[in-house]
């Protein structure tokens, strides 16, 4: 294996463009952002404590265009998150490119919403939102890209201040912003860094004298000599415990016939230096499975071999756990820790070519037992004669990794999960763990984009000592928080 040197992490000039003035934040709420480990990234937009939920609807009608998207929030609470027709009725809020304050114009297919991500960009103790919308024109360069950070408040969320950045060197069709993270990547930086890819890397973004810049560039093309990533996916977490997170690039080696591919950049005080390649997949997540004090990566490879170079299962997990050197593997060829398909012995279900098992992934405690357990998204499963219909399955972590023992499958057939499986619903296309009651045990959202002919609706299933459980599971769609539902794909993207 060829590696990328650091020299890839390289000084760029990008371009901001402001929605407001941006005023410093007050002393008294100046804080440490909270993003090093994986369990910090509550995603507390108000700073209440509670896990607030940043969900994306690409396809939405916003200001009368279709397909300009908008995003939605709905903030956690002691009896957790609601919509705005819940009793009592939640506190929610919808934000969109014809939002007053909110820089840009809503456009036909600009996809706002299709990434979403959050971070404490300006270390004022509150978390800001990340929107990204890869379709956005910049001038006529079609699909070029751009990212739009909302900040958070105790207020919680407000377009005051908002911003919205632009790569150094627009180009046409580079999709930037189609994935966004933010952590505490450096201590050269008073709050998170954004981190913003496009088709060929990553850019990442700093705050200081009162507005965000960009600083440098990640390359994953292979320029300095490393295997060729396109990049799907972003992830981060304290893997090598050393106090700074570090940031995954994943998604299909250019070199390998679409394999999946990981890069990893190691946080330190001085910033980002690129270590070396994982085998992986399009979908990541990170969390402390094992409890040992590393946050340990996870990756979801639909359809792909898994590392035994096994015929197609229809989707592969696979696990690295973090250690005081990081995620490296089990050897210095970096074989995966631990392999999970449906053929795992205790998996329910049989894996078939389609299923996509791992599209989405997600990591966090959902019993209290402080081991992080893992949420995997299957929208390509057949539910009996039901082509396409999706599930989601839930394995739970131990001292020794993640383990069949007490894993749960669901489906919208499921008994207490309301709604009818039903053809191309690709229920499970998005999964998230979040604990907006502040229980100490996080509840599954489980998003089918695809329900009713791409409106898109998402599940939560409620979180029981006993994990995750069906009965008093609900659903809601964009309507059901006063943004127009019709085909807006609602759940395509929910903040990890």
Same mark, same amino acid.
């Given at each position: 294996?060829?590696?990328?040197?650091?020299?890839?992490?390289?000084?760029?000039?990008?371009?901001?463009?402001?929605?407001?003035?941006?005023?410093?934040?007050?002393?008294?709420?100046?804080?440490?952002?909270?993003?090093?480990?994986?369990?910090?990234?509550?995603?507390?937009?108000?700073?209440?404590?509670?896990?607030?939920?940043?969900?994306?609807?690409?396809?939405? /009608?916003?200001?009368?265009?279709?397909?300009?998207?908008?995003?939605?929030?709905?903030?956690?609470?002691?009896?957790?998150?609601?919509?705005?027709?819940?009793?009592?009725?939640?506190?929610?809020?919808?934000?969109?490119?014809?939002?007053?304050?909110?820089?840009?114009?809503?456009?036909?297919?600009?996809?706002?919403? /299709?990434?979403?991500?959050?971070?404490?960009?300006?270390?004022?103790?509150?978390?800001?939102?990340?929107?990204?919308?890869?379709?956005?024109?910049?001038?006529?360069?079609?699909?070029?890209?751009?990212?739009?950070?909302?900040?958070?408040?105790?207020?919680?969320?407000?377009?005051?201040?908002?911003?919205?950045?632009?790569?150094?060197?627009?180009?046409?069709?580079?999709?930037?912003?189609?994935?966004?993270?933010?952590?505490?990547?450096?201590?050269?930086?008073?709050?998170?860094?954004?981190?913003?890819?496009?088709?060929?890397?990553?850019?990442?973004?700093?705050?200081?004298?009162?507005?965000?810049?960009?600083?440098?560039?990640?390359?994953?093309?292979?320029?300095?000599?490393?295997?060729?990533?396109?990049?799907?996916?972003?992830?981060?977490?304290?893997?090598?415990?050393?106090?700074?997170?570090?940031?995954?690039?994943?998604?299909?080696?250019?070199?390998?016939?679409?394999?999946?591919?990981?890069?990893?950049?190691?946080?330190?005080?001085?910033?980002?230096?690129?270590?070396?390649?994982?085998?992986?997949?399009?979908?990541?997540?990170?969390?402390?499975?094992?409890?040992?004090?590393?946050?340990?990566?996870?990756?979801?490879?639909?359809?792909?071999?898994?590392?035994?170079?096994?015929?197609?299962?229809?989707?592969?997990?696979?696990?690295?756990?973090?250690?005081?050197?990081?995620?490296?593997?089990?050897?210095?060829?970096?074989?995966?820790?631990?392999?999970?398909?449906?053929?795992?012995?205790?998996?329910?279900?049989?894996?078939?070519?389609?299923?996509?098992?791992?599209?989405?992934?997600?990591?966090?405690?959902?019993?209290?037992?402080?081991?992080?357990?893992?949420?995997?998204?299957?929208?390509?499963?057949?539910?009996? /004669?039901?082509?396409?219909?999706?599930?989601?399955?839930?394995?739970?972590?131990?001292?020794?990794?993640?383990?069949?023992?007490?894993?749960?499958?669901?489906?919208?057939?499921?008994?207490?999960?309301?709604?009818?499986?039903?053809?191309?619903?690709?229920?499970?296309?998005?999964?998230?763990?979040?604990?907006?009651?502040?229980?100490?045990?996080?509840?599954?959202?489980?998003?089918?984009?695809?329900?009713?002919?791409?409106?898109?609706?998402?599940?939560?299933?409620?979180?029981?000592?006993?994990? /995750?459980?069906?009965?008093?599971?609900?659903?809601?769609?964009?309507?059901?928080?006063?943004?127009?539902?019709?085909?807006?794909?609602?759940?395509?993207?929910?903040?990890?």
């Amino acid at each position: 294996m060829t590696h990328r040197g650091s020299a890839a992490v390289a000084a760029a000039s990008f371009l901001l463009l402001t929605g407001a003035g941006v005023a410093a934040a007050p002393a008294a709420l100046a804080s440490t952002p909270g993003g090093t480990y994986a369990s910090d990234r509550n995603s507390d937009f108000n700073g209440d404590g509670y896990d607030d939920v940043l969900t994306g609807a690409p396809g939405g /009608t916003e200001g009368g265009h279709k397909g300009a998207g908008y995003v939605t929030v709905q903030y956690g609470a002691a009896n957790g998150m609601g919509t705005a027709t819940s009793t009592p009725k939640a506190r929610t809020a919808v934000f969109g490119q014809a939002t007053s304050g909110v820089p840009g114009t809503a456009e036909p297919g600009d996809g706002f919403g /299709t990434a979403v991500a959050t971070g404490d960009l300006d270390a004022d103790g509150y978390d800001d939102a990340i929107i990204a919308a890869p379709g956005e024109d910049v001038g006529s360069l079609a699909d070029a890209g751009r990212v739009t950070v909302l900040y958070g408040s105790k207020e919680g969320l407000r377009a005051t201040r908002s911003v919205t950045l632009e790569a150094a060197v627009p180009k046409a069709d580079a999709g930037f912003g189609l994935a966004v993270a933010a952590a505490r990547l450096t201590g050269a930086a008073p709050g998170d860094v954004l981190a913003v890819a496009d088709r060929e890397g990553a850019d990442l973004f700093t705050y200081g004298a009162g507005t965000l810049k960009g600083t440098s560039r990640l390359d994953t093309t292979g320029a300095s000599g490393g295997v060729a990533i396109q990049p799907a996916s972003l992830t981060t977490g304290n893997y090598d415990g050393d106090g700074y997170a570090d940031l995954i690039v994943s998604g299909h080696s250019l070199e390998e016939d679409g394999t999946g591919r990981s890069a990893v950049y190691t946080g330190g005080a001085d910033g980002l230096a690129y270590t070396h390649d994982l085998g992986g997949g399009p979908a990541t997540a990170s969390g402390d499975i094992n409890d040992d004090g590393y946050d340990d990566l996870v990756y979801g490879r639909p359809d792909r071999p898994d590392d035994h170079h096994e015929p197609l299962t229809g989707g592969v997990v696979g696990v690295y756990f973090g250690s005081e050197e990081g995620v490296r593997g089990v050897d210095e060829y970096g074989t995966v820790d631990q392999v999970w398909t449906q053929a795992s012995d205790g998996v329910p279900g049989t894996g078939e070519l389609g299923d996509g098992f791992g599209a989405d992934v997600s990591l966090a405690d959902i019993d209290g037992d402080g081991y992080d357990d893992l949420a995997v998204g299957a929208p390509g499963e057949d539910i009996g /004669t039901v082509a396409d219909a999706g599930a989601v399955w839930l394995l739970r972590g131990s001292a020794t990794g993640l383990t069949a023992a007490g894993t749960k499958s669901f489906d919208q057939n499921s008994a207490g999960v309301p709604g009818t499986a039903e053809r191309a619903d690709r229920w499970g296309g998005q999964v998230r763990l979040a604990d907006t009651d502040d229980d100490g045990r996080s509840e599954l959202l489980a998003a089918a984009p695809g329900e009713n002919t791409s409106d898109g609706v998402v599940w939560v299933l409620p979180a029981a000592t006993t994990g /995750t459980v069906a009965d008093g599971s609900w659903s809601y769609g964009g309507g059901s928080l006063g943004a127009p539902g019709t085909d807006a794909r609602f759940g395509a993207a929910i903040d990890e």
